[in-house]
């Protein structure tokens, strides 16, 4: 079993050591400093942190070079129950565009008159350029 966790800046890989025992342990992965070079990407690295892992990385079918190669990043032991199947994808908050709090009915008001000036300037302009020629 095979899981990816992320702590603060930090991404790590969790894969598991020995399914058998009653308290399953999965190993962690620190693999901050692999995402550059990850010949897969950082993008499926990333979204395969703070969760269990395994199921992503056995489904690329990872040589044994690759295989090999997470003996660099191993940070330690996590016990399986404590790592979630699945990250929960919490959006990144929302900035307030509205800064100066003017008013919503301000602002509305403003979308709907707005055009409406501009095409009453067109029409006087069109208006006045058609009567003085
Ligand atoms: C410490 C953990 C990992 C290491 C050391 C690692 C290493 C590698 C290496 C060496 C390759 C090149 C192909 C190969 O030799 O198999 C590769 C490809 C790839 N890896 Fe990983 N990988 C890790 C974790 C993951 C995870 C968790 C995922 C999925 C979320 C992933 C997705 C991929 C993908 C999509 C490719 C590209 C396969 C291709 O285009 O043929 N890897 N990885």
């Keep these: 079993m095979i899981a990816l966790a992320v702590k603060a800046s930090v991404a790590l890989d969790i894969i598991n050591s020995s399914a058998s025992t009653h308290l399953s342990l999965n190993k962690v992965y620190d693999v901050t400093k692999f995402l550059e070079d990850h010949p897969g990407g950082d993008e499926v690295l990333l979204s395969a942190t703070g969760k269990d892992a395994s199921d ?3 489904d690329v079918g990872h040589s044994s070079s690759a295989r090999a190669m997470m003996d660099e990043f191993y940070v330690g032991d996590v016990d399986t129950t404590t790592v ?3 990250t929960q994808y919490i959006a990144p908050k929302q900035p307030h565009y509205n800064q100066d ?3 919503e009915f301000v602002i509305k008001l ?3 008159l707005v055009p409406l000036v501009i095409l009453g300037v ?3 302009i069109r208006f006045y350029t058609k009567s003085s020629a």
Aim: no cysteine; aromatic share 14%.
């Design 101 to 103: 709090k003017t008013s």
């Design 56 to 58: 992503d990385f056995e």
């Design 84 to 86: 979630p199947t699945k």
């Design 110 to 112: 403003l979308q709907f």
């Design 122 to 124: 067109a029409v006087g």
